[in-house]
């Protein structure tokens, strides 16, 4: 499956982005997905993931309660939604996708296990 992250940008401190995440090749419905990020400097970390049929989805402690992540497999997208951001909050997203198969507990910290990733979109918060 091939992944395009985009809705990116610049924005204050205590403003809203919404990320999306349109994949093609393949349905969605066989993935489970998540959004990770990276700022400069720092290894890529987990940031929110979804199961496949959008049953469960999971969070970093950073992040509850401002983020919530959702995804509409009819369009074969995955979103972010990113309300009260901080400065903290910069960094590239990036949206990924993991097959079903052998996705045991915590399945969605190993970054490793995602075959799919997409090209990264930058969200850079101004205090």
């Known amino acids: 499956v091939q992944l395009q992250a985009s809705g990116g940008g610049l924005v204050q401190s205590g403003g809203s982005l919404r990320l999306s995440c349109a994949a093609s090749?393949?349905?969605?419905?066989?993935?489970?997905m998540g959004w990770f990020r990276q700022a400069p400097g720092k290894e890529r970390e987990f940031v929110a993931a979804?199961?496949?049929?959008?049953?469960?989805?999971y969070y970093t402690d950073s992040v509850k309660g401002r983020f919530t992540i959702s995804r509409n497999n009819a369009k074969n997208t995955v979103y972010l939604q990113m309300n009260s951001l901080k400065p903290e909050d910069t960094a590239v997203f990036y949206c990924a996708a993991r097959i079903l198969t052998g996705a045991g507990s915590r399945w969605y910290e190993r970054l490793a296990d995602f075959g799919s990733w997409g090209q990264g979109t930058q969200v850079t918060v101004s205090s």
């Open positions: 090749g393949r349905s969605l419905y066989s993935y489970h």
């Open positions: 979804i199961s496949w049929n959008g049953v469960r989805t």
